[in-house]
């Protein structure tokens, strides 16, 4: 989904009100009703909400949703990215947006600039953001289907990409650092690198190959495991040849049942890398979890005590075995039905759909932004 900002410095206070309502009324309402909207936003009279109510719906902040108890509201990925902007403008940690310089599986990146000019990255987290080939894995995922769902997920994703980016910056790892975080966006240190995959010259391979595998065996020895050590996650700065490591979500503890399985996995992705492109062979074996790991910090542990807790990382982890699954599923179905696929960017529709009473009961992460002033500087695009 692209980020349009076009509207966001002709929001009123009063749309941004409202739509903040929506996005509080959706934390124990997946269509939040209208008289619930404009209870919460406190705005007297009707007529002034249904305004701002018409006018979100029609730059697609909000989607109209019918169902079968009621008629009411959700917030759709483009009203949420409104809301983390606006958030970061009166941190004023974003002043403007700039380029998209990436689109992930399941992020979109873009340089914004800060107040005084300096530039940042700012990741959007976008879960639930895949297509389903066969029919069987739509239907399965139709079942869960729930847009407030991946919202959630996103935004569990991007706290625990933030909060490890912190400790891991801490503890001397080379990571962007990270600057800023609401919602489902994290803000973060710009690169000046590109990453390995498109470095065009590396000038001493067996270097740069020792330094990732001691980076391996670091966090590990920190009681993590990155888990997607790959050439796309590490840059590396084209002048001094260091790397920077990033993409923290799929990050697992030293004690998870697949963290041998894991740890080997970057490891090789690494070592087939040096090989295809730099024809580059180490003589030493390894590095091995049993043998060369001493884990003597946890920052895993520091972590779920402060910033993300083990059950969000449980239920982050749960969707991550879901979408994998479904992708087995995909690669075991191929042919079926091709167009039968569901684009999951096709989001902030407004489809109708059954409000079941369970959808309702779903958790939504305490927002830090409740009590945020309603005024403050829009940003500028
Ligand atoms: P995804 O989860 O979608 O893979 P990443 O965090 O890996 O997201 O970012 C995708 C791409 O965006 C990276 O491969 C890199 O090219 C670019 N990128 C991400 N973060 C930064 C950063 N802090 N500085 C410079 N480039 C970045
Ligand atoms: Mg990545």
């Not at 590990?220 to 590396?236: C, M, R, S, Y």
């Not at 959808?359 to 932004?369: A, D, N, P, S, T």
């Amino acid at each position: 989904m692209k980020l349009d900002t076009t509207h966001l410095r002709y929001l009123s206070n009063e749309d941004w009100r409202v739509l903040t309502a929506v996005e509080m009324g959706s934390r124990n309402h997946e269509v939040v009703p209208t008289p619930l909207i404009a209870q919460i936003s406190g705005m007297r009279g009707g007529s002034g909400v249904q305004r701002s109510i018409s006018t979100l719906a029609k730059i697609g902040l909000i989607g109209k949703v019918k169902n079968a108890h009621y008629d009411g509201y959700r917030l759709t990925y483009g009203g949420v990215d409104y809301l983390a902007l606006n958030t970061f403008s009166k941190r004023k940690t974003v002043y403007s947006v700039g380029n998209q310089i990436g689109v992930g599986k399941e992020s979109d990146i873009y340089v914004v600039a800060g107040e005084t000019g300096v530039q940042h990255v700012l990741k959007i987290h976008r879960l639930g953001r895949i297509s389903f080939r066969s029919v069987k894995a739509n239907r399965d995922y139709l079942r869960n289907r729930n847009s407030g769902s991946w919202m959630y997920m996103s935004r569990l994703a991007a706290t625990k990409e933030f909060e490890f980016m912190k400790v891991l910056r801490e503890n001397g790892f080379p990571v962007p650092e990270p600057l800023d975080q609401s919602r489902h966006c994290i803000l973060m240190e710009l690169i000046d690198a590109h990453p390995l995959r498109s470095v065009t010259e590396i000038v001493n391979p067996a270097k740069l190959y020792a330094e990732l595998m001691e980076l391996i065996v670091k966090f590990a020895n920190h009681g993590l495991i990155h888990g997607d050590f790959n050439e796309f996650n590490i840059l590396v700065y084209e002048k001094s040849q260091k790397p920077i490591v990033i993409d923290f979500p799929q990050m697992i503890s030293v004690d998870h049942a697949n963290a041998e399985e894991q740890f080997d996995r970057d490891v090789n992705c690494i070592k087939r890398f040096f090989e295809r492109k730099f024809g580059f062979k180490s003589d030493q074996p390894g590095p091995f979890f049993t043998k060369d790991v001493n884990t003597t910090k946890r920052l895993d542990a520091e972590v779920m005590a402060s910033g993300f807790s083990k059950k969000q990382w449980k239920e982050l982890e749960k969707y991550r075995l879901q979408v994998l699954a479904n992708e087995k599923d995909d690669e075991g179905e191929e042919g079926e039905s091709a167009e039968q696929a569901v684009d999951e960017n096709a989001e902030g529709d407004s489809e109708e759909e059954d409000d079941s009473e369970e959808e309702e009961e779903e958790e939504q992460l305490v927002q830090e932004e409740e009590e945020e002033e309603e005024e403050g500087e829009i940003i500028g695009t």
